[in-house]
């Protein structure tokens, strides 16, 4: 279980790289088709459990019990919601992980909680842009390239929704990824950093 756990998180990887100079080039093109958003987000999760179990974190992510339909690109979708439970698996020391899926009208809501450090208000901006680090010391050897959130933030872009984080320090974070029900995919603009 171990190997194929680090095969997928090596795909996922290699996937941000990827995703990353498509946006980087102004080519991130997605596409679109109807699925269980409570699906996606749930399998996304599950991925990162052994993660989350090595560490002794409680890792919510059941799959709802109602269907939350969505029309938008379900492989973007799940790179996004495995980056930020990544995200927060990986800076949660003891605690829990939840991720939650809701429909909001016309509007999807993906919730991930955890109960880790919390980012102060004045660094919640710069968390999103590339390869940015506000860690402590001691995950720096975790695995990563820094380009989990910003990639997010870009991909959420390029489907017509937005990105928010609420965190106070030592009170942990909540990071919620807001999606039309029918998305209208573009080219995101090129506003990455260099």
Known sequence: MAGSSSAIRLTDLVDSLLYYARIRAGRLVSS???FDLSTVATDAAEELRPQAERK???????RSTQRVPIESDPKLIRLVIVNLV???VKFTDRGEV???VSAEGDTRVVRVID????????EQERIFAPFQNLAPTKHKHLPGIGLG????????DNLGGRIAVRSQPGRGSTFEVFLPAVASPRVAPDRVAP
């Not at 002794?56 to 059941?62: M, R, S, V, W, Y």
């Not at 880790?116 to 208000?121: F, K, Q, R």
């Not at 959130?149 to 959420?156: G, Q, T």
């Open 86 to 88: 990544s995200n927060a």
């Open 98 to 100: 939840a991720v939650t």
């Open 115 to 122: 109960s880790g450090a919390g980012i102060p208000v004045a």
């Open 56 to 62: 002794a974190l409680t890792l919510q992510a059941e």
């Open 32 to 34: 679109s088709e109807p």
């Open 149 to 156: 959130l910003s990639l997010a933030r870009h991909i959420v």
